[in-house]
């Protein structure tokens, strides 16, 4: 691994507004580590090096709370795969790949029921590895 790629980022995305939660909610979400490349975008390549690595949980309010892994599928699209009571669907990432992960950008995930929500990039912070 060089040494652009000595650190992950732990990414947390937020519900952003929507009707059911006009101010948004922090208490829907997603936080997973990835690799960012220089851009702030999810880096492929460095992926295969720490993709064991590449964790994600999914907080929903009152519902169960789900551990899995940030992949990436055939197609070069990524999503949540949950591998631990891993009975669900992947949650797929609408165009992931070519968002920056930087406070305040927006990013949409398509949910196991195939419903569409956006997030806002609340936080970032590196990972040493």
């Given at each position: ?37 220089a851009d702030g ?70 949910d196991e029921d ?16």
């Amino acid at each position: 691994m060089n040494a652009a790629h000595r650190h992950l980022t732990r990414i947390r995305l937020e519900l952003a507004r929507t009707k059911g939660f006009p101010e948004g909610s922090a208490a829907h979400g997603y936080a997973f580590v990835a690799p960012l490349d220089a851009d702030g975008k999810l880096d492929a390549v460095a992926w295969k090096s720490v993709r064991d690595r590449c964790r994600v949980h999914r907080f929903w309010g009152a519902d169960d709370e789900d551990i899995g892994h940030l992949v990436r599928r055939p197609g070069g699209s990524w999503a949540f795969h949950y591998d631990v009571d891993g009975d669900e669907d992947d949650e797929a990432g609408y165009r992931l790949g070519d968002h920056r992960f930087a406070i305040g950008e927006y990013v949409s995930v398509r949910d196991e029921d195939g419903d569409l929500h956006t997030f806002r990039v609340v936080s970032t912070e590196a990972v040493m590895i």
